[in-house]
């Protein structure tokens, strides 16, 4: 089975840098997902790792560390829009989709 | 091209009532997913196919039905509503040649059960 948790809930200013951070516990690992979701909307894919190391796309950032169970998602210039729940998932390799598994999410606020 | 779209947007059932939830996708995606998404406990699987004509169990199969006649499209069915069904239902589908295999999300479903 596969466990992964991640923070209930994050603030920060506009402007500034965050890290949100998932830790998960897999029987079998193919890739983590971030996925960025605003209320009442679908969620929409950030970032994919399957390799140790970082992943850079314009303001986020997504990190992973496989041997420690570790990813983190980084966010900078924060902006009022980047107020959304952000889940983290990762791929499992049993079964003959890739499903994925998802964390209760993150929900970020950014202040003024 | 609309991606995936998902009907009806709302809906309000009464204990016992039965529905049935459509999703289509337009970009010849192989893999297609239904997920639950209730406050505090993320997206889990309900059902998912990996093909025209093939359906499996997700995480939480229970009271639910689903059926891939075509390719494009994925019915989610509850024979028999309950409140603990009430819930955000989410299709999405991803594409079996894809290396990243994304997941692409349909715009939600909110159903109560009454």
């Known amino acids: 089975g596969q466990n992964i948790d991640q923070p209930t809930e994050m603030t920060a200013t506009e402007g500034a840098i965050v890290q949100i951070n998932c830790t998960y516990q897999t029987s079998g690992f193919n890739g983590l997902f971030w996925y960025q979701q605003h209320a009442g909307e679908a969620p929409t894919f950030l970032s994919y790792n399957v390799l140790d190391g970082l992943e850079e796309k314009g303001r986020f950032s997504s990190f992973l560390s496989r041997s420690k169970g570790y990813s983190y998602l980084l966010l900078k210039e924060l902006q009022m829009k980047d107020s959304a729940s952000y889940l983290c998932a990762v791929r499992g390799i049993s079964g003959s989709a890739r499903q994925l598994t998802f964390g209760s999410g993150t929900q970020l606020t950014v202040l003024p | 091209n609309a991606g995936v779209t998902q009907t009806p947007k709302f809906r309000v059932l009464k204990t016992g009532q039965s529905m049935t939830l459509l999703c289509a996708q337009d970009m010849n995606h192989e893999y297609m997913y239904w997920y639950r998404q209730d406050p505090g406990m993320g997206l889990r699987l309900i059902h998912y196919?990996?093909?025209?004509?093939?359906?499996a169990k997700g995480e939480v199969p229970d009271g639910y039905n689903v059926s891939r006649l075509k390719k494009q499209n994925f019915l989610l069915g509850l024979e028999s509503a309950a409140p603990s069904q009430t819930s955000v239902y989410f299709c999405a589908s991803s594409s079996a040649g894809a290396f990243t295999d994304t997941q692409y999300f349909g715009p939600g479903t909110r159903l109560t059960v009454l």
């Open positions: 196919s990996v093909g025209e004509g093939t359906t």
